[in-house]
Each structure stands twice: as structure tokens, then as C-alpha cells.
């Protein structure tokens, strides 16, 4: 069984930072992908981040490209997502995902275990 969860969402103001957590327990991990979404209120579930099981190769969504990190940590089974220059339309909660990856890295069917998520919310 594989359970995720996720921790450092807030309340920050356009410009600053935050760096969000997710903790993977079960021992598949270090064979899955891993990746980040997010969701708007009355918006769909959007990728926002992805990276391989070797931490080697990582997509981003264009909005945010040049802005957010996203790494893996596979001796501690854990994934960051540094977010910076966070603007407005960065709010949503943000979810932690992982999975074999089995279609397009952003598409929310290609993953197989989801955390409950974290609020991030940015003001101007």
C-alpha cells in the first residue's frame, strides 16, 4: 500500500516562497514517478511538475517554468516542490502524486496514488 502526504502549503504574498513536502511510504517509491498538481476552485486538476524515479528528468507546465523545482529525495522517499516568485494564480491546492506514468506526465490518469493535499494561497 502506498500513502502520500503532503505539508508545507500557507498564506504568502505575491513574490515570496514556499516549499512544499510529500512523504511516500510503501516500498514501491523508487520505481515510480512523481509529480505535482494543482487545483483551483472551479478548475480542473492541472500538472504542474513532474520527475522520473532517478530524480534525472523533470517537466514542468509552461506557467511555471523558471519559477518552481521540483526534486526527489529517494533516501528519505520524499519530494519537494520549491515554489518562488509565487503570483496570485499560483492559488490552489497542490497535490503529490505517484505512478508508473503509464500515459502523458500531466494528465491526472497516468498516476496511481494521490496525497490529500495542501493549500497554497497567494495574495497581491
Known amino acids: 500500500q502506498v500513502q502520500l502526504m503532503e505539508s508545507g502549503g500557507g498564506s504568502v504574498q505575491a513574490g515570496q516562497s514556499l516549499t512544499l513536502s510529500c512523504v511516500v511510504t510503501?516500498?514501491?517509491?523508487?520505481?515510480?514517478?512523481m509529480a505535482w498538481f494543482r487545483q483551483a476552485p472551479g478548475k480542473e486538476r492541472e500538472g504542474v511538475a513532474n520527475?522520473?524515479?532517478?530524480?534525472?528528468?523533470?517537466y514542468y507546465a509552461d506557467s511555471v517554468k523558471g519559477r518552481f523545482t521540483i526534486s526527489r529525495d529517494n533516501a528519505k522517499n520524499m519530494a519537494y516542490l520549491q515554489m518562488n516568485s509565487l503570483k496570485p494564480n499560483d492559488t490552489a491546492v497542490y497535490f503529490c502524486?505517484?505512478?508508473?506514468?503509464?500515459?502523458?506526465?500531466?494528465?491526472?490518469?497516468?498516476?496511481?496514488?494521490w496525497g490529500q493535499g495542501t493549500q497554497v494561497t497567494v495574495s497581491s
Open positions: 502524486a505517484a505512478g508508473w506514468e503509464t500515459g502523458h506526465w500531466a494528465v491526472v490518469g497516468s498516476y496511481n496514488y
Open positions: 520527475i522520473s524515479p532517478s530524480g534525472s528528468v523533470s
Open positions: 510503501g516500498d514501491t517509491y523508487l520505481r515510480t514517478y
